[in-house]
């Protein structure tokens, strides 16, 4: 594992509350009326003390500030979190500190602060540039207060990314091609462009049951994916991850993090993260949270080991995702031996849907529209 530890490190902070109920969190117990935000800080201050102790001398290549609006996370708080994970670890010489936010007026007025605070690059859920995708998706913001808010975050931060769902029921393809051409015109270094998904036990699932949505055929969806990744590219914005598209260098480095299986630390509520072979999760209720890092000076509910074996398939699962391809050094590594299965690994090659090297195996553009059956297929654990 040695070859992995020497890489830098990423670092999750989960801020857990919003102002009010919205359809941005996953659930309702991250809203709250009043936070204490001395007691806040102190508590994530110890929690990120508690995992730097346990992951010495590494690097540190990016922060990223997720969760319920971390956008609304005080300032002062962003840069102590900063400063104390400069005083935990060395900072590679371009570190990216990412804080993610939804698209309104209220968030998009404390950018400045943020910046100032040390963030330098944001992550906007602008979600679609129509306003009845927006109402069908359940948010709470219109197009012009998001792209409002898009102008305000290009002004104060070097890097901006942000978020479009597409496939949605009754959308065109002639629709869809003149969104994303406007969303390229906007001049991002980075879009994330994510198919509608419907996901079991969610409200879209519900629908669909009932009859009232009828999800885009997936022929229909798989030519939308194609005409994306065609024009993202096109104008400059290649894909290096199956729904990621971004100017070369302007790609996140959290995320390419999680996708190459390096280790990341996560603090914070319900934050997860990787350390070595051990899998982290704090405990998910705030006030939970709050107590044991009161209690015990950390948050973790508990640390899983990993087998090698689940080591091996995770790895493979993450990087078939990248255009990069699969380091196969990082499944070796695990001490799986042989975890991808062979004569599956021939197959899907002589089918043209991946290319083996040496050194890695790369899905082929054919083979990204069936990535989920490579993936099962080439797992031969």
Same mark, same amino acid.
């Given at each position: ?38 007691? /806040? ?8 003390? %508690?995992?730097?102790? +346990? ?16 956008? +609304? ?15 935990? /670890? ?8 990412? +804080? ?55 002004? %104060?931060? &070097? ?21 994303? =051409? ?29 009859? !009232? ?13 194609? #005409? ?41 509520? &319900?934050? %997860? ?10 405990? $998910? !209720?705030?006030?939970? /949270? ?6 015990? &000076? ?21 990087? #078939? ?6 380091? +196969?050094?990082?499944? $070796? ?14 197959? #899907?090659?002589?089918? &043209? ?19 989920? $059956?490579?993936?099962? =297929?080439?797992?031969?654990?």
């Amino acid at each position: 594992m040695d070859a992995i530890i020497t890489e830098p490190l990423a670092l999750y902070i989960h801020w857990p509350f919003c102002v009010s109920k919205c359809p941005y969190c996953d659930f309702n117990s991250h809203v709250r009326e009043g936070v204490d935000q001395a007691a /806040w800080r102190a508590a994530l201050l110890a929690d990120l003390a %508690h995992e730097a102790a +346990l992951l010495p001398g590494r690097t540190l290549g990016s922060i990223f500030f997720g969760g319920g609006t971390p956008s +609304l996370m005080p300032p002062a708080t962003v840069a102590a979190l900063i400063e104390a994970a400069g005083r935990h /670890w060395r900072f590679a010489g371009d570190i990216e500190i990412t +804080l993610e936010a939804n698209p309104s007026s209220v968030e998009a007025a404390r950018f400045a602060d943020l910046a100032a605070a040390g963030v330098n690059r944001v992550s906007l859920g602008l979600q679609s540039l129509n306003d009845e995708a927006l109402h069908f998706l359940g948010r709470a913001h219109g197009v012009e207060e998001g792209l409002a808010a898009l102008a305000t975050a290009q002004r %104060h931060f &070097g890097r901006v990314s942000f978020d479009l769902i597409y496939a949605l029921p009754g959308q065109s393809g002639e629709a869809w091609e003149a969104e994303l =051409e406007r969303a390229i015109g906007f001049g991002t270094g980075h879009l994330s462009l994510y198919q509608l998904t419907i996901e079991p036990g969610t409200r879209f699932a519900t629908l669909a049951r009932e009859g !009232k949505l009828t999800p885009a055929d997936p022929d229909f969806a798989a030519d939308l994916f194609e #005409l994306t990744r065609e024009r993202a590219a096109a104008a400059g914005l290649p894909a290096y991850e199956i729904s990621n598209h971004a100017r070369p260098g302007e790609e996140s480095r959290h995320n390419l993090t999680y996708w190459r299986y390096g280790d990341y630390a996560g603090i914070g509520p &319900g934050a %997860h993260g990787r350390r070595g072979s051990r899998a982290t999760l704090r405990h $998910r !209720k705030p006030e939970n /949270w709050l107590g044991a890092v009161q209690g015990s &000076g950390h948050g973790i509910a508990g640390e899983d080991p990993l087998d090698a074996v689940t080591q091996a398939r995770e790895a493979i699962l993450m990087g #078939l995702r990248l255009n990069e391809g699969l380091d +196969l050094a990082r499944v $070796r590594a695990a001490g799986a031996g042989e975890a991808i299965d062979a004569d599956a690994a021939a197959r #899907l090659e002589r089918l &043209g849907l991946i290319r083996r090297e040496p050194a890695r195996i790369v899905v082929r553009e054919a083979g990204m529209l069936l990535l989920d $059956r490579i993936a099962a =297929e080439l797992v031969g654990v």
